[in-house]
């Protein structure tokens, strides 16, 4: 991997645990998120319109997308309004590669190393001391189940959009289109939840969606684009970084508590992550 896209990448990092802390500061979670998606949608309309269309075989890979987004952000939304950003955001993130960890155990022929094995434990360790800090604070258990399954469709939509992208040949036109399969499905998901006031929001929580969503774009789009020059593995390991920003922004910004175990199990979630990648 060069500089460059390591740069990219770790920008890419702050950018992400950034637009969640937008959302998190928003009164209506699923009001932030499903402004947020409105906006990405828009800005993917705008580029696909200077971008060639998909070819055939890249349509069922922009659905796949589409939905696998719209569904980690339903359980981010629920996570978020049960539990703080230093505590949703590295379960969401840190469970996602070690679903997919596992899962290759069971499910791919790929053989795996024994520092893999050590990285999944790792992860797992990390991630029981975060969901432990649950119980002995006080905060709502509810948001666990939100959280993994937030991690869970992390976990499919990093390795379809990998691939789609790979197969689509241009990141930018993969981008633009997911995001506008995702505002279709999200928006419809949101208004079968909440009905349609769901959109109904101030002028300022348009403005915190609106910045969430221009961050989140960024992010995405440089994080896709990086697996187009680098290992998909290698850039979602470094991509985690975010979990890091995303604590000191929730303990800096937010004034969430912060206690020795939750630091060290962030450290040990992020820490797995990048054991299990090389």
Not at 2 to 31: E, I, P
Not at 115 to 140: K, N, P
Not at 149 to 163: C, E, K, P, Q, R
Not at 248 to 277: Q, S
């Amino acid at each position: 991997m060069s500089v460059t896209v390591l740069l990219a990448v770790l920008a890419a990092a702050f950018l992400h645990a950034g637009w969640n802390a937008l959302v998190k500061a928003g009164g209506n979670k699923l009001t932030n998120m499903a402004i947020l998606t409105l906006v990405q949608g828009a800005l993917g309309a705008v580029i696909v319109f200077t971008r060639p269309l998909p070819a055939n075989e890249v349509w069922v890979w922009l659905i796949a997308s589409g939905l696998t987004h719209s569904a980690y952000k339903l359980f981010l939304s629920y996570a978020y309004e049960q539990g703080d950003l230093s505590r949703v955001y590295p379960i969401a993130r840190g469970a996602a590669p070690m679903i997919v960890a596992v899962a290759g155990i069971f499910m791919l022929a790929d053989r795996i190393k024994p520092t893999e094995y050590l990285g999944i434990f790792v992860i797992g360790l990390g991630i029981l001391m975060m969901a432990r800090g649950v119980y002995q604070s006080g905060e709502s258990r509810r948001l666990l189940p939100f959280a993994l399954g937030s991690a869970i469709a992390t976990a499919s939509y990093s390795l379809i959009d990998g691939l789609g992208a790979r197969i689509a040949g241009d990141a930018a036109m993969f981008v633009a289109w997911m995001f506008l399969f995702d505002a279709g499905f999200f928006s419809l998901a949101a208004i079968g939840l909440r009905g349609r006031p769901v959109f109904s929001a101030s002028a300022r929580e348009w403005r915190i969606g609106a910045a969430a969503a221009f961050a989140s774009y960024a992010a995405y789009a440089i994080a896709v684009w990086a697996m187009t020059r680098a290992p998909i593995a290698l850039v979602t390991s470094i991509r985690e970084t975010s979990i890091l920003f995303a604590v000191l922004i929730g303990w800096l910004v937010f004034g969430e508590r912060m206690h020795k175990g939750k630091a060290i199990a962030a450290f040990l979630i992020v820490a797995g992550i990048v054991v299990t990648r090389f």
